[in-house]
């Protein structure tokens, strides 16, 4: 789970969010069935070099490395860093948060900006491949911060269900994209049709107010 991005409703037991419904516009303009299948963040990777995904999404943010050895579409989001805490936390700045027990997301961007930040010493980081276990461990003092995208702390951290709020944003200007295997000319061109129509049609801008605001 990664809410507004992707998650399974309570009641319904279906997926949700702002990625599903993109990538079912993308699929009504390819005219094709989409299969989910759910799977960690980490695998997403090795599964779409291998052929066993057609593509991915998930909040992925397009970097040059990844790009060595994937393609992307071209972006759909774009996001920053956020800082979760407590609501009693006294974290509200890089320094206060230096020395401190972080959390993060196996794999993501997250993970490598704390883990390679030259603004940041952190007493641990803490990578767990899943989401609410993340959140609980903050929720519950286990961890003293989750770095997590933007809106996935926002979401979070508006849930009365949890103790919880966003302490500041770290500026990153990460841009989201659909993971495509490289050498996929066709399926990259007809993607990209897609989302460029989306944007020109309001359909992204109305799929971001419905799971945003």
Known sequence: PYPPFENINATTDKLEGIDIEIMEYIAAKLNVTIVWKKMEFDPLFPAVQSGQLDCAISSITITAERDEVNDF??????????????????????DSLNGTDVVTQTGTTGQYWVDNSTNLSPHANTPLSDVPAAVLGVENGLYDAFVVDTPVANKYANDTNYHLKGAFVIYTLESYGILLPQDEPEL?????????????DGTLD????????
């Open 73 to 94: 579409s071209i972006p759909y989001y774009v996001a920053n860093q956020a800082v979760l805490v407590s609501d009693d936390s006294t974290i509200t700045d890089l």
């Open 188 to 200: 990259q061109a007809a993607i990209n049709a897609a989302i460029t129509d989306m944007i020109a």
């Open 206 to 213: 109305q799929i971001m107010v419905k799971w945003l605001i």
